[in-house]
């Protein structure tokens, strides 16, 4: 089927896409991408966030905590049939609700915990795998009173979904880069300012000769800075530091 589109929902949505794409946090990327794509669907609300296959689920709020995805992320998830699917599967999907629940659907624990008590009455949501265990995702919602999505909201979704997948492939990066930050932060106290740059470095997976040239100092003075990291930190290679960090920010 195809999608239609003014030349003005257009505008909003590239220039809502090329926006986000420029975001510096995932809280300003998941405003603006958002803002957008309410508008493209007609869309009450949309989310963005991950699921993970560790059995972990993220919604990243774009105007304050949302005490309904709160509760979601912490307690309901495990009951939606969206990330029953993607639990199920390795494949990305895009889907109205009325594909996935049954006729009972308004009997079942999550919708009687969540969905009905959030006021929400039709949704599309698209799940896009983006490594061995995290997957991105949208939700569009529509509340009680509002027309169901159709045949042609379900088009444009999948017309959008290349640019909607590099925006959430845009959102992980800038939530693994803050988490790294934070990381490296924790361990600043036993580092230099120096020591600080190196680690960086070899947290992005430099040595010691790309490293010299990134900071224009000589590749010995390099290595002798990577010694102290590594004894300030107690590790002994940069795969220890890799995992050391990687610890850190999950924790």
């Not at 774009?62 to 949302?66: E, L, Q, V, W």
């Given at each position: 089927m195809q999608s239609n589109i003014s030349l003005e929902r257009f505008g909003h949505w590239s220039g809502g896409v090329a926006a986000a794409a420029m975001a510096a946090t995932p809280e300003e990327l998941s405003a603006r991408f958002t803002a957008a794509a309410s508008r493209l669907l007609g869309s009450d609300r949309v989310y963005v966030g991950f699921y993970r296959r560790d059995i972990t689920s993220l919604t990243i709020d774009?105007?304050?905590?949302?005490r309904w995805n709160r509760?979601?992320?912490a307690h309901i998830y495990r009951q939606d049939p969206f990330f029953q699917r993607f639990a199920s599967t390795r494949r990305d999907f895009l889907l109205p609700l009325s594909a996935l629940r049954n006729g009972d659907f308004q009997r079942t624990p999550y919708y009687r915990e969540f969905?009905?008590?959030?006021?929400s009455?039709?949704?599309i949501t698209g799940v896009f795998n983006l490594d061995s265990l995290t997957a991105g995702y949208v939700t569009f919602l529509r509340r009680n009173g509002a027309a169901p999505f159709g045949e042609q909201d379900v088009?444009?979704?999948c017309a959008a979904s290349s640019a909607t997948r590099l925006i959430?492939?845009?959102l992980l990066h800038l939530c693994r880069s803050r988490d790294k930050d934070i990381a490296i932060g924790d361990a600043r106290s036993r580092l230099s300012r120096r020591e600080t740059e190196i680690a960086r470095h070899l947290v992005d997976g430099g040595n010691a000769k790309t490293i010299s040239r990134s900071l224009a100092i000589s590749p010995g003075t390099v290595r002798n800075h990577i010694k102290q990291?590594?004894?300030k930190?107690?590790?002994h290679s940069q795969v220890e530091l890799l995992a050391t960090i990687g610890s850190a920010a999950r924790d």
């Open positions: 774009d105007a304050g905590p949302d509760h979601y992320d969905y009905g008590p959030s006021d009455f039709d949704e088009a444009m979704a959430l492939e845009r990291v590594y004894r930190l107690g590790v």
